[in-house]
């Protein structure tokens, strides 16, 4: 049976590691037939992202730090001279400050708060507005967030904020977007332990509440992520835009 991303390439930016959910996005779309893109931020992450970018077979590994905008114009530039059409992106980016996410909201500076916007939000408008005259024959655009954009969770602060402002951004490019076909959506993932995770503080504790309370009585695993995001950057996935979906094993429909 062909794959359900056959024939399509995307661009999946935000591996760090193995753990990413990034990784775990870019291996369900390898197992579908998509041919891969990767991007990772600055030198540091470049020999881990190249190795994992060869287990994954990828056609493509750059660098790209969303908060340059030549970096964003030099990725868009290589993809559009190698002639490569983009069918889908995957956003998995997102940073604060690991002090502002462990002392009460209230002391958020003005730099904290911007940081976390610029790389957590504006990064998904200026990689859309990048990728969008690839995507000639429309796609779909896809980016990951979580409860916090509409809940208060403990510790998570200025990137609850940053979320909230990410799901608005979704709605606002689908709308832009829609006309040429590319479908703009959000992924809104349980808590995973990955790298980013762990800054936030007491995060452990995150993972047992939900564990104990989510209807499947247990956590998300990484691949329940990939596979919804190959839902939604396959033809399956045609009539959705604009949303959010919860893989969250039903956390975000509990009262207490
Ligand atoms: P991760 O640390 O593996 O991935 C975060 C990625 O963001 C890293 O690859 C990092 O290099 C990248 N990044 C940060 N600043 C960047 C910049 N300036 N330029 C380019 N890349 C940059 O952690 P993750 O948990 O896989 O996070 C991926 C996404 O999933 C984030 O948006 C995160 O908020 C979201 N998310 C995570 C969870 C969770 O519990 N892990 C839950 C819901 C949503």
């Known amino acids: ?74 990725l868009r530039e290589e993809l559009h001279r190698e002639g490569i059409r983009l069918d889908s992106v995957v956003h998995s980016i997102a940073f604060a400050n690991r002090e502002d996410l462990g002392r009460p909201f209230a002391e958020t500076s003005r730099s904290g708060f911007l940081v976390a916007q610029d790389i957590s939000v504006y990064s998904l408008v200026a990689v859309a507005r990048a990728a969008a005259p690839l995507m000639s024959e429309g796609g779909s655009i896809t980016t990951l967030t979580y409860l916090g954009a509409n809940r208060v969770i403990p510790n998570y602060n200025v990137m609850g904020v940053a979320k909230a402002a990410l799901e608005a951004a979704v709605r606002y490019l689908a709308s832009d977007l829609g006309p040429r076909g590319i479908r703009v ?20 504790s995150i993972l047992d509440f939900v564990a104990q309370r989510a209807p499947l009585r247990r956590n998300t695993e990484p691949a329940e992520v990939g596979d919804t995001a190959v839902f939604l950057a396959s033809d399956l996935g045609r009539g959705v835009t604009a949303n959010v979906l919860y893989v969250d094993a039903g956390f975000q429909a509990m009262g207490l």
């Open 1 to 74: 049976m062909p794959g359900l991303l056959e024939g399509k390439t995307a661009l999946i930016l935000g591996i760090a590691n193995k753990w990413s959910l990034a990784y775990a996005i870019a291996d369900a779309f390898r197992r579908e037939g998509a041919r891969l893109v990767l991007t990772h931020q600055g030198t540091r992450q470049r020999e881990t992202v190249e190795e994992l970018g060869r287990e994954l077979g990828a056609a493509m590994v750059r660098n790209c730090d969303v908060s340059l905008d030549e970096d964003l114009e030099r």
């Open 185 to 204: 959506n959000a992924i809104s993932a349980g808590p995973v332990k990955t790298a980013s995770a762990r800054a936030v503080k007491d995060f452990t």
